[in-house]
């Protein structure tokens, strides 16, 4: 079974571009997290995703923000972007509306310069 | 807002020794899970142990168990035998609803000594 999928795995933009980052979960997992992971705030909750729709949402400014496919593919989007957007992006899958484990995948290195 | 209070930025253990992680933190809430995730240098986050707060008894995984003290507040995580590969930086993180919106400690980096 594949595990979590993300692309791209290292990233550089500079300050104000945009950025696009995909979490493609393992086959069943209809549940998708994202977490942002940097030294000075440690790992921080964004967003989850279950069946299409924004079911928790984190403490962080409207710049961020994602969406999940039918598929159950997820992408986050980040605008206007800030050095201190400079981070590891870690998504998490789980399968279903009842306890599952989660699983993370590799995270992408967003480097803004 | 639910807290995750990791006290011991850094821990070394000799190898084939035991060694525990410390954890603490704050919910009003009585229904709540609670786990130790493994970041090792590659960077792939890992589930190593969860409890679940209606339990009473503490959770055990081979070489790895856990101490819950509902009442303290109180979630650490003990390593037997310890391994190299053991060598990570391990998160404790508290979640509500199934699990979901996980809350993490700052973290504890682990060094495993031969």
């Known amino acids: 079974k594949a595990g979590v999928t993300q692309t791209p795995r290292y990233l550089i933009k500079t300050r104000g571009q945009q950025v696009t980052l995909s979490c493609s979960p393992i086959?069943?997992?209809?549940?998708v997290s994202w977490y942002q992971q940097t030294p000075g705030q440690g790992l921080q909750f964004l967003f989850e995703y279950f069946s299409e729709t924004q079911r928790n949402k984190g403490n962080f400014p409207g710049r961020f923000s994602g969406r999940q496919f039918s598929n159950s593919r997820s992408e986050m989007n980040v605008s206007t972007l800030e050095l201190g957007d400079s981070a590891l992006y870690l998504c998490?899958?789980?399968?279903?509306?009842?306890?599952?484990?989660?699983?993370f995948g590799p995270g992408t290195r967003l480097t803004v310069l | 807002a639910q807290t995750v209070t990791q006290s011991q930025p850094e821990m070394s253990v000799q190898e084939a020794e035991t060694v525990t992680l410390s954890c603490t933190y704050d919910t009003s809430e009585s229904d709540y899970y609670l786990f130790w995730y493994k970041q090792p240098p590659s960077r792939q986050m890992i589930l190593v142990i969860r409890?679940?707060?209606?339990?009473?008894q503490n959770a055990t995984e081979n070489r790895f168990s856990v101490n819950f003290q509902k009442a303290a507040k109180s979630f650490s995580l003990k390593i037997s035998d310890s391994q190299l590969g053991d060598a990570a930086m391990y998160f404790c993180a508290y979640a509500e609803e199934y699990g979901n919106k996980l809350v993490f400690g700052a973290g504890t980096i682990l060094r495993v000594k031969s």
């Open positions: 086959s069943g997992h209809r549940s």
């Open positions: 409890q679940e707060a209606y339990k009473q």
């Open positions: 998490a899958t789980k399968a279903g509306n009842s306890y599952n484990e989660q699983f």
